[in-house]
């Protein structure tokens, strides 16, 4: 307990001293989002949303949601007479979350930046077609499905004009889960800092 109470009194130490140093002290974003599950071959696509808040200069602490929705196969086989090609819903989504800092490299208009975040990833099977009722559903059953811890270092780059900008970033997301298994993120999109 007194560790907690010792990391809340460094974090509301610090919160002054990020809103003196800039104008733009936070940023939140949406992002398109690959996720290659390298276990199963599996090309996972979803959406995904981004906060960040600056703690020293050109460092902030990000916090990440992204959604992967379920993907498709097909199957067929070839003989004599032709072959048939059926898609299969595979049922799998995959839910990650994903906290840590961001360091800017540079502080002009383009910046590049390294990053190394921790949180969690949960896969889930289900059925069901991809709504926003099983995205809640997802969420509020995190403790109940297989989530893994992750870590993902990375990097990437941003540009801006103003307080807009586009991002991109793409990193080795590990998840543990009797070993490492080693997964390429790709995410981009658009951010607002203010």
């Known amino acids: 307990m007194k560790r907690i109470a010792w990391l809340v009194v460094c974090f ?26 390298n276990d199963t071959g599996t090309n996972m696509f979803g959406v ?3 906060f960040g808040v600056s703690i020293l200069p050109h460092t902030r602490f990000e916090a990440e949601m992204a959604y992967d929705f379920n993907r ?27 906290f840590g800092p961001k360091v800017e490299l540079g ?3 383009i910046r590049p930046f390294l990053e190394a975040k921790g949180g969690f ?36 780059l941003e540009g801006s004009l103003g307080p807009i900008g ?13 070993g490492t298994h080693h997964n390429l993120t790709v995410m981009f999109g658009p951010f607002i800092r203010f």
Do not use: K
């Open 121 to 156: 990833v949960n896969f889930m099977f289900d059925s069901r077609p991809a709504s926003f009722d099983t995205f809640t559903s997802q969420v509020n059953n995190l403790r109940a499905n297989n989530w893994n811890g992750a870590f993902m270092p990375g990097g990437g």
């Open 166 to 178: 586009l991002r991109l970033d793409v990193g080795d997301e590990m998840y543990f889960n009797h």
């Open 48 to 50: 995904g949303g981004r």
């Open 12 to 37: 509301v130490a610090v919160i002054p001293c990020a809103r003196a140093q800039e104008s733009n002290h936070v940023q939140v974003g949406a992002f398109a989002d690959y996720f290659r599950v």
């Open 72 to 98: 498709e196969f097909n199957e067929g086989f070839t003989d004599t007479t032709g072959g048939t090609v059926t898609f299969t819903n595979t049922g799998m989504r995959v839910l990650r979350g994903m």
């Open 107 to 109: 502080h002009g208009h």
